[in-house]
Every structure is written in C-alpha cells, then in structure tokens.
C-alpha cells in the first residue's frame, strides 16, 4: 500500500511499480460531515491521477494496492474495485463520489478470484490499521447499547473511545427547537446521515459525535446532557455506568 497526499504527487515518479495495474482509493475528509471517496481502478495510477487531480476536488490523500510481485492485471484490478465498493456501499460509512453504480465483477479463473478475495482482506486491514473504516460495518456489543427518546426521535447507541456512535436504524427529531445553535451543520448531517419515510427520518448509517451530548443533541433537536439522557435497557443513565465507575 502507497499513501500519498494530494500535495505530494511529485512522489509518484519515483515509483516504477504505481505504472502497473493498481487498486486505489481517494479520500476526502471533513468533520462536519461524511468523509467522501472514490474507488478505482488502473493499470498506471501515474497517468490516471492526472485526471483526478484536474477534475476532483474533494480527495486529500491516495491509498494505491498493487502487488509487490507486480503480477496483477487488469481484470484482477477490476474484481478488486467490484468488491471494494460492493463492500463499502454496504459499510455505508463513506460517500462513495462517482461511484454511482456498482460494476459488474469480471469473469476470473477460481483460484485468481480466491487470490484476489486474500488480496482485498489484506486492502481492508491495511486501510483499518491507519484509521479509515471505509469497509467496517460496526457491531458493537449489545450490553453497551445505550436508548435516547425525545421530540418524535427514538435513538440508540454506543460509547466508546472514539465518542459516541448513534446507529444506523436509530429515528431522528425531524424539528429542532429555536435556541438549537447548529441548525444548519445538522440539516446537513440529517441530509447525509438519514431517510425519509412516511414523514420519519432514519439513520442510514453509524455516526460517531465527539461527545455523548453532541450525539443526543443531533438525535433530539434540542440541548441535553448525554451523560443523562442516554440509558441502557435497565434504565441505567450513561453517567452511571461510565463514570461513577470511577468514584
């Protein structure tokens, strides 16, 4: 695996095996809202980011795959990217930009297509060991579930190092109350992050908050204390369970 910044291209013509056929991914990142990407295939990345780089705005870095042995070819690359985004579509953690529609996968010989099976779960380790979870479908453990009511909303969720993640399936406030002070980052993340069915609007996706406060507030429309408002099934608040455990 090759990451290389958009500001650093120059780096590609140091490296004779980015002109053969290659895996890649572009990546974009934002906070206040879902991180973009793009999944591709090459058989020179050299060449074929030219095009990106003129015509894509919103990527930052590449991640390109290519195999040490330099024996990949263009029909594996392509069985590469029909996986990748099937997977990624189905991790939904990612706004997949261009990626409108899902390829058809190519006609492989059994034991290529297994050599390419091992070959994309090296591709979803490596882009998890450097933080990104492009193809992670999170499952948290159901004794750390956490419930939020509140304003027509019925969320649920989890904590964890990274923050608080509310979960895909959980029902959002469709209203927020006028003192709300991000009304207008949250629409945004309500138009990312949700669906809209009969009136009530659905988490498509995990979203993780920096706080347990920030997630109830996005989830109810209103200013809360997470620490209070959110509680387990036996009605424990989030505060008890987490940081009384301290005292």
């Not at 980011?49 to 990527?59: I, L, P, R, T």
């Not at 870095?61 to 990949?72: E, H, P, Q, R, T």
């Not at 492009?134 to 649920?156: D, L, M, V």
């Not at 809360?224 to 959110?230: A, E, K, S, T």
Request: proline residues 4%; charged residues 25%; contains cysteine.
């Amino acid at each position: 695996m090759f990451i290389v910044p958009r500001s650093n291209l120059a780096y590609l013509n140091t490296q004779e095996k980015l002109q053969k056929p290659a895996f890649y991914i572009l990546f974009g990142e934002d906070e206040s809202t879902k991180p973009q990407a793009y999944i591709g295939e090459t058989e020179n990345f050299r060449e074929r980011v030219k095009d990106h780089d003129s015509k894509k705005a919103f990527w930052q870095k590449a991640l390109i795959f290519v195999s040490k042995d330099a024996d990949m070819t263009k029909v594996d690359v392509q069985y590469l990217e029909h996986i990748a985004i099937v997977t990624a579509m189905k991790a939904n953690t990612f706004i997949l930009c261009d990626n409108k529609q899902t390829p058809k996968a190519p006609n492989l010989p059994e034991h290529q297509q297994d050599s390419m099976d091992e070959f994309f779960e090296d591709v979803k380790f490596l882009a998890s060991f450097i933080g990104c979870n492009i193809f992670e479908i999170s499952q948290p453990k159901e004794e750390h579930i956490f419930y939020t009511k509140g304003r027509g909303s019925n969320a649920r969720g989890f904590y964890s190092s990274d923050g608080f993640t509310v979960l895909k399936g959980s029902v959002i406030a469709k209203t927020v109350v006028p003192s709300f002070n991000w009304k207008e980052k949250r629409e945004k993340m309500i138009h990312e992050y949700t669906s809209a069915d009969n009136g009530i609007l659905t988490m498509t996706s995990d979203k993780t908050f920096s706080s347990p406060s920030t997630a109830a507030d996005f989830c109810i429309g209103s200013s809360n204390n997470g620490w209070l408002v959110w509680r387990d099934k036996d009605g424990n608040t989030l505060d008890s369970v987490y940081r009384k455990q301290l005292d």
